[in-house]
């Protein structure tokens, strides 16, 4: 019985470093990819901060006039928001269309960031 009660302190411990490692790798990832990113998006529901660690690139190869989106989970809220970069008009003619598909909930907004 104790070693079983072991084994399982074991394997609980080795899923720990590989969730941390897979975190750390996530991060090394982002921020290869894009290193100018912001530390943090505002959410689009509460108006609170998704950090960076949270963030998500979404493929927008095959969209044109979007440059990057980035979604990202509130610290506050624990809701998913998101953030766009690229034309002003295609990013516009996006907020519209997802606020459409959220009922005119959320709160979207424009925010400069130079990256």
Do not use: W
């Amino acid at each position: 019985m104790a070693t079983k009660k072991g084994s399982d302190k074991r394997k609980k411990k080795l899923l720990a470093k590989k969730k941390m490692a897979l975190t750390k790798a996530h991060q090394q990832n982002l921020e290869s990819k894009t290193p100018g990113l912001p530390d943090y998006i505002t959410c689009n529901e509460c108006g609170g901060m998704a950090p960076k660690s949270t963030f998500e690139i979404l493929d927008t190869k095959k969209t044109e006039g979007l440059d990057l989106v980035i979604t990202g989970t509130c610290q506050d809220c624990g809701l998913a928001t998101m953030a766009m970069s690229g034309d002003p008009d295609v990013v516009a003619l996006y907020i519209d269309a997802f606020q459409e598909e959220m009922g005119g909930k959320g709160k979207m907004g424009v925010e400069s960031i130079k990256i």
